[in-house]
């Protein structure tokens, strides 16, 4: 049914389609579920790491104040995915630490983009090196609700505990 005069009917569709959308806050479970469904490399039946890694990368650079939702790869970013790394990822294992396919292939994850330089450049032409990488993207961005969810201790807890069971990492 149609509350309104079908006089105004163009009026009032476009008020309701310029309203703000709002986003549905997000939850550790929601995060959990995007963890589920990460599209990771496997080989062998084993997940690869480069993701789950980068992420508890992103959050440790969070929780101490050097990234917000907006991530550079530079080097503090890079050493830092090489020491959770080191960390977490068992060895001996099949991969080799990169953070490149990680930086880019989380584009293709829901909650994550890249800010290309150029508009007629897709993240899937971007050859995997930093430096390729660096003179192509501006930076990379998380959805801003995930940088408030994880400035809180608990809830940052719960999410790497999630990673590294589910990936079974340390």
């Given amino acids: 049914g149609w509350l309104f005069s079908k006089k105004r009917e163009i009026a009032i569709r476009r008020f309701f389609q310029n309203l703000p959308k709002q986003e549905p806050e997000l939850t550790v479970e929601t995060v959990c579920k995007w963890i589920d469904e990460l599209r990771t490399f496997r080989g062998k039946g084993i997940s690869s790491p480069h ?93 801003s609700r995930f940088v408030e969810l994880v400035n809180s201790r608990q809830n940052r807890m719960d999410i790497c505990n999630y990673i590294c069971n589910y990936y079974k990492l340390h």
């Fill in 51 to 143: 993701k789950p890694v980068y992420l508890l990368t992103i959050i440790k650079l969070i929780s101490t104040g050097v990234i917000d939702n907006k991530i550079y790869l530079n080097d503090i970013l890079i050493d830092t995915f090489k020491e959770v790394w080191n960390e977490v990822v068992p060895t001996p294992n099949s991969f080799t630490i990169d953070i490149c396919n990680p930086y880019i292939h989380m584009a293709s994850e829901p909650f994550y983009k890249l800010k290309m330089k150029r508009n007629d450049i897709s993240y899937l032409e971007v050859k995997k090196s930093i430096g390729a990488i660096q003179d192509a993207c501006e930076y990379a961005e998380i959805d």
